[in-house]
């Protein structure tokens, strides 16, 4: 055999060597490691309930937007913990079995490093400013309770309007993805100059929020605007929350000024179904911060109230709850609070969402024009209530009786309190879930509990380490082949050379 034979076969089986070492590398290096994921555990302590959601993650993706889900919500039994005030002792305990089932979900090696928070909102704002000794019982007994849970206790407190608010729009925007994107999406969106948030409205019971970025920045109202930096972005938003204008509260204000008309003590509600009846304590009514400043002598105890079913007169009724007459400001929603002009689309969720749901509003097809929104809730008010109770049995009577004035609150809050109007109504989208989240503020108040939202773009490489491995590979694959290539060509081995002549 040649020497020029011998070095080539040597050559060709060293590049076969090389390349699959290469391939090899490549294959190792991209086998997918065993998942590392993290979990997180909110309690959203609400007026009306406590909900518990588990959120999970990758760890190693963790400063990356969208990649927190939520795994596991769990309603607890029973009321709010707001409603504990008279057993202050029973508000921990009765979230022990959504703790218990935390637990099953979350894998047991995993407990101890699972934070675990609890946010309660307008119930126990009320409850702190009718009786902070209550309120403070309630929170310790709730911390007694997550404190001995075998997860990372990280506190249980009442969160502002203002966070609550803050919150449930870094949530949404965080699950739509607006706040970074990446490869194609963010060379197609920087061409289009989309880098807009949604706004957020939520509904409680107590208390509804209003937050969105808005158009003009203007400083007449400081403790109306936040600023974030996310992402590498800055955000100047605005926020409010309505304490007392959650549906439920709504209601009992616009109870507590009837009950200030009648002569007696039946009370005809045009927001209740005909043929509907229910008897309220006028003690209770007025025994809360949102109602108390109303005249509480009457001579009877019990409010005896019929439904009447008529929608234009109950919608007149709400308008009383609106305060538009003076505004210290260059625009104001309602009560002389500011609010700047409304700027872009909206996620409307909670209570919005759970009432529009019920009446198949929420347009998820297409959007409902708000004339059309407003006829179905008339023509459902006028259905008597016997006729509605047995449409739809399966469903709570508490709940149930109410959807008539919630769906004419929701329109008179947005229409009268926030005006919006025919044109920008079509911005509103009714949202329950996006993905697998629900819409609310726990997401966005763990995401930043957890400093998971990074104030600048995290410094990632231009490629994944696939690519990069993969590319290597190729360019070797190339190179070794351009060589191979040019020794042949240039050397022209014998062998070669006769095959070739
Ligand atoms: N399926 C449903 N249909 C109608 N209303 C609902 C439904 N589920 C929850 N709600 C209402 O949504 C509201 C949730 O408010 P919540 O979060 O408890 O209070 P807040 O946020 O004011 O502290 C309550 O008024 C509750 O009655
Ligand atoms: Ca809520």
Known sequence: MSWTRKILLILGFLSTLAVIALIAVAVTQNKPLPKNIKYGIVLDAGSSHTNLYV??????????????????????????????????????????????????VIPSKQHQETPVYLGATAGMRLLS?????????????????LRSTPFNFQG?????????????????????????????????????????????????????????????FSSESPENLLYFR????????????????????????KLARDLQTVENSSLFDPCFHQGYQRTINISD??????????????????????????????????????????CPYSSCSFNGIYLPPLQGDFGAFSAFYFVMNFLNLTGEQSPVALDKVASTIESFCARPWDEVKTAYHQIKEKYLSEYCFSGAYILSLLENGYEFTEKNWQRIHFLGKIGSSDAGWTLGYMLNLTNMIPAEEPAVPPLSHGSYVGLMVLCSLVLVSVLLFAWLLFHKPKCLQKGIV
């Open 55 to 104: 959120y999970e993650w990758p760890a190693e993706k963790e400063n990356d937007t969208g990649v927190v889900q939520q795994v596991e919500v769990c309603k607890v039994e029973g009321p709010g913990i707001s409603g504990y005030s008279h057993a202050t002792e029973e508000a921990g305990p009765s979230l022990a079995q959504c703790l218990r089932q935390a637990e099953e």
């Open 129 to 145: 400013l009718e009786n902070k000794s209550a309120a403070d019982k309630v929170l310790s007994s709730v911390e007694k309770t």
């Open 156 to 216: 249980a407190r009442i969160i502002s309007g203002q966070e609550e608010g803050a919150y449930g729009w870094i949530t949404i925007n965080y699950l739509l993805g607006n706040f970074k994107q990446s490869g194609w999406s963010k060379l197609l969106h920087s061409l289009r100059s989309i880098s807009e948030t949604s706004g957020a409205l939520d509904l409680g019971g107590a208390s509804t929020q209003i937050t969105f970025v808005p158009n003009e």
């Open 230 to 253: 996310l992402y590498g972005k800055d955000y100047l938003v605005y926020t409010h929350s309505f304490l007392c204008y959650g549906k439920d509260q709504a209601l009992q204000q």
């Open 285 to 326: 009514l007025l025994k809360n911060p949102c109602t108390s400043a109303k005249e509480k002598q009457f001579p009877f105890s019990q409010l005896y109230i019929q439904g009447e079913g008529d929608y234009q007169k109950c919608r007149r009724s709400i308008l009383k709850l609106f305060n538009k007459t003076n």
